[in-house]
């Protein structure tokens, strides 16, 4: 590095240092949003360093403020005839490339913190998709859990009569994410065709395939995961095959992770719910996962009933005590603290794919690049299923649908092209192996050259 190299990246470091302290301030008590901040900027000083135009433009100043954010009241009277007032959120983080794009969480987690956070990730990820698409995230502090299904429904619609001005097929497209699944798509989709008088497929995905949904999406957050991850271990002549594997949650990302990670030859020992974690060293059995949550909406720990040489720990956090070769976190945020990171370490894990949003806290992430772990974080590695809703947008488009093998062979090579691009930056910026970095720098410059390009807005 010359002097002149040295200086730079001193001045990029003040700056993103500076404007990490005013995002603390300006946002108090988010400490959500804080972290997913905090870890980006910190990996973006090389790119600002070699591009000071970003600084100029004060890019990262106007990427940190959301370019809208929305709270609304969502009443609705329960099956008791009792009014419930829930809060609903839906943040507009950033148009520069396409719609505003990104599901929907219901959660009693769910604040502005929260949503931001997730909204921030989501600009990142959706750059790294090469898709047309910007940046949503929205939601509410419902909790679905032990709700009838009439229930659900005049939330759903609910929430939608508000969340209707604000959304359509060119402005901002939601989808699912945590609690909201193909039921909950529906009642949403069937009350904004209502308010509006028009069938516009395109405002919603992650639609049942009958009514403009895409072949392949529910499979493909999960299976995108496994994608990323199985790239990441070819080029060190690792792969799936005979590998042990953990995987933290049993909602649609996990069983669609777990389910590719078999396809792929491994053995997933491992899975949880909130309630806890079942261990099965035989290898877990998707069809009685899938039955239980997918069908039933049952615990976890009732899969101990059907397959009793397998074993419940009622702490779903301790999943990772568990010797593994690939771990596979597809549960929720900060799920993977850095005490589950050096037990990991210490048992020999060699890859780590995120396929929840910010699973690792900050802590385990170093620990894992410190450590020479394969990581995969979650920008790149979960990017599979907003990937196959701009597809899903795109055959909505067009009034066509296309096979699964279409969109398969799509998402494999958007999984690829993503890997690729994580390394090259990671290699241009002086940061070789570190995909965190890499993957933030290459989703970053898209946005940042096409803010640019359209002015200060
Ligand atoms: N909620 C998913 C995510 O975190 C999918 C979003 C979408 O399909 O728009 O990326």
Partial sequence: MTQVDKEQVQVAKD??????????????GEEEFHQAVKEVLDSLVPAIAKNPTYMKQAILDRMVEPERLLTFR???????????????????????????KGGLRFHPSVNASIIKFLGFEQMFKNSLTGQPIG??????????????????MRFCQSFMTELSRHIGPNTDVPAGDIGVGAREIGYL????????????????????????????????????????????????GLSFNGSTVVVSG???????????????????????????????????????????????SKRIYEYVDIHPEATFVDEFSKIW???????????????????????????????????????????????????????????????????????????????????????????????????????QASEEYGTPGNLVAGANIAGFTKVADAMVAQGVI
């Avoid at 829930?86 to 148009?95: A, D, I, K, L, T």
Wanted: aromatic share 8%; with cysteine; charged share 25%.
């Fill in 321 to 423: 005590s568990i010797p593994c070769d690939i771990a596979l976190p597809c549960a929720t945020q900060n799920e993977l603290n850095k005490e589950a990171a050096d037990t990991l370490i210490a048992n020999g894990v060699k890859a780590v794919g995120e396929g929840a949003n910010m699973p690792s806290t900050y802590d385990a992430v170093n620990a894992f690049l410190a450590n020479n772990v394969l990581f995969a974080p979650a920008k790149a590695a979960n990017a599979g299923g907003v990937a196959v809703s701009a597809l899903e947008m795109a055959q909505n488009s067009q009034r066509l649908s296309w096979t699964v093998e279409e969109v398969d062979g799509k998402l494999k090579e958007i999984m690829k092209d993503i890997y690729q691009a994580s390394v």
């Fill in 74 to 100: 969502v009443p609705w009277v329960d099956d008791k005839g009792n009014i419930q007032v829930n809060r609903g959120f839906r943040v507009q983080f950033n148009s520069a490339i396409g719609p505003y």
């Fill in 189 to 236: 989709f069937g009350q904004y065709k209502k308010l509006r008088g028009a069938y516009e497929a395109g405002v919603l995905t992650g639609k049942a395939v009958g009514y403009g949904g895409s072949l392949g999406r529910k499979e493909a957050t999960g299976y995108g995961t496994v994608y990323f991850v199985d790239e990441m271990l070819k080029a060190q």
């Fill in 250 to 296: 049993s909602g649609n990302v996990s069983i669609y992770a777990m389910e590719k990670a078999m396809e792929l030859g491994a053995k997933v020992v491992a899975c949880s719910d909130s309630s806890g974690y079942i261990h099965d060293p035989n290898g877990i059995n998707l069809d009685t996962v899938k039955q239980l949550k997918e069908v039933e």
């Fill in 15 to 28: 700056y993103v240092e500076k404007l990490f302290n005013k995002v603390v301030e300006k946002n108090p």
């Fill in 135 to 152: 940046a949503g995230k929205g939601g509410s502090d419902f909790d679905p859990k032990g709700k009838s299904d009439l229930e659900i």
